[in-house]
């Protein structure tokens, strides 16, 4: 990648400012507003507080179905490793709703930063894809259900994303001294939530085996770190609550887009599913895993990293429709794609964003929520909720099968 591609994603214009910084204030000052009025804002935000108050209080982490600190419209289990505990300590300095807004006001700059940083992994985009139409792209993509959910309920899924393609766009095409870091966000972010995991496999399909060695380590120091804080949460959390269902609530429901959750919605929560869903996700990984080294091989780092990332949303045994979030930096290479400059006929244009359109309709038409979904009704859905209820499931599907469809025409 040359300098000459990175520096139009680096520069930042006056009137890029202001939009950037509006929605992290908007959070800030709506968790303040909240504090003072008792407003019940992010529910998992409030679980990370609480286990974070847990931990420096010497409370266990896994022995009850909630925290003592937890508000009361917020009683949910600790269902993470015990290093989030650690990393969200700075959460317990300050109220719940005022720990929400930081928190979302964290994770709007974080989706930020990855869509710069994906622009800028890009070096054959469009000229129209200039920063400040990036960062107007960013206030567009908070209105996908991904993000919104993740900012509305307090989750971490847009800075463990953001950890991630710092790790791999950023840190894997350095030189020098920020070299070795490289794997060291990967394994942070797995330890704080285990399905980045699948990123180790990443760095190892793309000859990065040394970063690959790192992310373990990094792992695992930090559950030897917590073992000799927290003996007792580390074995309960290994040995019991990793395993237990109970914890992270009904799987079958629709907001779980993993085949896993698929599986289970066919099969009635048959407690055999998981043995069908894991052949299913090891058949898809060897195709993807292919894929992964012959993208990374033709220099195109951001595609490679989207077919792991989508991979791992699949096979993960639970996958919540928030935790879809690689939807962005999705959107972002899309947008990449369109011809440049754009056809000047209508209906050539309409075409040429219908895939992206498509993409972006699927995640911000919220369908999850408006299908019937909880206490079980998954299991009367006709094949039309099926198809629907799969929305997310199907774009990385769809997507996989359009390229091999499109790779076997070139090969004829």
Known sequence: MTEHALAPARTRSPRELPVLLFFPAVCVVAGVVGWLLGWHLGVDNAVYRSGAVALLHGEPLYDNLFLSAEPSWARLPFTYPPTAA????PLAMVPTQVAWGLLGAVSIVAMTLVIRVCVAALPDRP??????RVAVLGVVLLGIEPVWRTVFLGQINLILMAFVVVDVLVIGAAHGRARRFGGVLIGVAAAVKLTPLIF???LLVTGRRADAARAIGTFLVLQGLMFLLIRHDVVQFWGHAV?????????FWAGNQSINGLVLRFTDNADWSL???LPIGALLAIPCVLWVRRLHLA?????ALLVTAFLGLLVSPVSWSHHWVW???????????????LPADRRARWVAFAGV???VLVFASCVLLAMRNGRAVEFEWNPLEYVIGSAYLLVPLVAGTIVLVRHLRRAE
């Open 86 to 89: 650690l990393l969200f300590v």
């Open 127 to 132: 000229q129209w894809m200039t920063p400040t």
């Open 200 to 202: 180790v496999a990443h």
């Open 243 to 251: 395993q237990d269902p109970q914890r992270i609530g009904p799987i």
């Open 275 to 277: 043995r069908v869903a």
């Open 299 to 303: 220099g195109r780092a951001l595609p």
């Open 327 to 341: 939807a962005v930096p999705l959107v972002v290479f899309l947008l990449s794609r369109l011809p440049d400059p």
């Open 357 to 359: 359109g498509s993409v």
